[in-house]
């Protein structure tokens, strides 16, 4: 729903105060004017360095001793008539003294019922507990499409006759030029077309884009990630690769008519070194579409009550961008803590995983999520519901065909002709190897001939992955636990079984 449709319903239901969430004050001000005028209220405005606009009348000048402003409005408010509503700009800060909680604790009471309604005005999030239920949030999304068709066609307007400027824009360009400056504030907007007249005399995609890759650093909390990688790089993981396949034009309008819901996202889960990052950053290539990794760790910023703001920020910024492939990396960093220091942040860790999840559940844009994890004892059990991703996958260390087309991958990539090596008996020699050591194998082969001043021999990849101690050898036990473990949860990367970390008596035929 609009935003300034549920304002309205919150006024008419004569809810008492409401926080408006937003970075863009000129907007949301515009919209309460008009709304007022609709509902014949009358609007003030406050603010710390104007006071209220316009003044209350009042029946008498206070007496006694004067209070500081931010408690001065309050009453102000307090004794006000109804058909009122009252904007407080940046008094977010003020949430913390006590004394203001109180009156407004006061105030919610007594403006109940009554057409008179207090809206404090911030681009950030921070309700005291003791106002949690007096106090109603209403996040104000970034301008729709058809706002920013509006600033458009003005700018457009505005320069059509100025013989400097190519002001032609076909609808197909205005579509564009509206899609791509999705996610910036109108302000934003204007600018970004006023500078794409100036540099460039016409209004150009490419310059909005520009734009928003900084809003997106800007974020600090999601970083664009380049298609490097194609599918191609990843050896194995045969299902995984077919799913991703299947799904590649899913986000289209042609997928859309033909009924096919959007597809919400894939949990990789697995040993390490086995390719899961690799296949997540391939997936962008694989489907043409931008992709943006959140930084897990800093969302958790350390300013506890930040981070709510972060991940709701970071959600906003992402689907801004939609169609987007959204990569969270390690998840379990993030959440982990979830149960033990859910008591000692104040429960803010549980705050900001609730506020994923719900955003999981219940995503409309077409942001794809893309999340990895090897540690699963770290993840909470909510995550793996169904529901909140299409399918959990689980990489496991690569079979004996799949380390051949790894260690193909890898010479390959070091300008070797594959075929020039026997990889079959390098993929026995690596049992047990993930694709991380295989590549090790290589790189350090290349490292030997190098020192010695000769070509890249089979016999240095074979002397080298004798030589290397695989991680899976070390960690055989928690490797196998894993398995066990994902065995009932989750689908199989890759088609065949591989061979289990270490020999054992039921060992599956590889
Ligand atoms: N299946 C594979 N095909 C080709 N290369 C691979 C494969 N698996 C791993 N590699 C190589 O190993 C590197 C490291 O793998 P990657 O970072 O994707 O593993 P990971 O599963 O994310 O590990 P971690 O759990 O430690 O994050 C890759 O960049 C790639 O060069
Ligand atoms: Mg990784």
């Known amino acids: 729903m609009d ?27 515009r ?5 007022c005028r609709r509902l014949d209220r009358t609007l003030h405005v406050w603010s710390l360095t104007q006071g209220l606009k316009p003044p209350l009348k009042r029946s008498a000048p206070s007496s006694g001793p004067s209070l500081p402003a931010e408690l001065e409005v309050l009453a102000q408010v307090h004794e006000a008539p109804e058909f009122t509503a009252f904007v407080l700009k940046d008094f977010h800060p003020y949430l913390k003294d006590h004394r203001v909680v109180r009156l407004l604790r006061d105030l919610a009471s007594r403006l109940r019922g009554r057409a008179q309604t207090v809206i404090i005005l911030s681009p950030i999030v921070s309700i005291p507990n003791e106002l949690q239920k007096d106090l109603t949030v209403v996040d104000y999304g970034l301008p729709s499409p058809e706002e920013i068709g509006r600033v458009l066609d003005q700018a457009i307007a505005a320069v059509k006759d100025n013989p400097q400027i190519d002001a032609t824009v076909t609808p197909e360009d205005r579509e564009r030029l509206i899609h791509s400056a999705q996610g910036l504030t109108l302000d934003e907007v204007e600018s970004v077309l006023a500078r794409s007249l100036v540099a460039k005399k016409r209004f150009d995609v490419d310059e909005v884009l520009e734009e928003k890759k900084q809003i997106i650093r800007k ?19 045969e299902c995984l690769k077919e799913w991703l396949e299947r799904r590649k034009d899913s986000f289209s309008e042609r997928a859309r008519e033909f009924g096919i819901p959007a597809p919400k996202g894939v949990l990789l889960l697995g040993v390490q070194g086995c390719g899961k990052s690799l296949v997540a950053k391939a997936i962008a290539a694989a489907w043409g579409l931008p992709m943006l ?21 970071a959600i906003a910024v992402a689907e801004s961008v939609a169609p987007c492939i959204l990569w969270a990396d390690e998840l379990e960093k993030g959440f982990s803590g979830l149960g033990g220091s859910g008591v000692s942040d104040g429960g803010t860790t549980a705050r900001v995983f609730a506020t994923f999840l719900t955003w999981m559940q219940e995503k409309t844009k077409p942001v794809f999520l893309i999340a990895t994890a090897n540690d699963v004892t770290a993840l909470p059990p909510e995550m793996l519901r169904k529901g909140r991703f299409d399918e959990i996958f689980f990489v496991d260390l690569p079979n004996r065909k799949e380390r051949e087309e790894i260690f193909a991958i890898h010479l390959r990539r070091r300008r070797r002709d594959p075929a020039a090596f026997d990889l079959k008996a390098l993929a026995r020699a690596t049992e047990g190897f993930s694709g991380a050591e295989i590549e090790q194998v290589v790189v350090g082969a290349l490292y030997t001939a190098f020192g010695e001043h000769r070509e890249l021999e089979q016999k240095d990849l074979v002397e080298e992955a004798k030589a290397a101690v695989p991680l899976s050898v070390m960690m055989a036990e928690e490797i196998d636990e894993l398995r066990t473990w994902a065995n009932l949860r989750t689908r199989p990367a890759s088609r065949r079984t591989p061979e289990p970390s270490r020999p054992r008596r039921n060992a599956p035929p590889v």
């Open 3 to 29: 935003a300034i449709r549920e304002v309205e319903i919150l006024f008419r239901a004569k809810y008492p105060i409401l926080q408006i969430v937003s970075w863009e004050e000129t907007r949301v001000l």
């Open 31 to 35: 919209e309460l004017e008009e709304l």
């Open 219 to 237: 974020s600090g909390l999601l970083e664009y990630y380049p298609a490097t990688d194609q599918l191609s790089d990843v050896g194995g993981m």
């Open 293 to 313: 990794k959140l930084d897990v760790g800093r969302i958790f910023g350390s300013l506890v009550g930040q981070s709510e703001e972060n991940i709701r920020k």
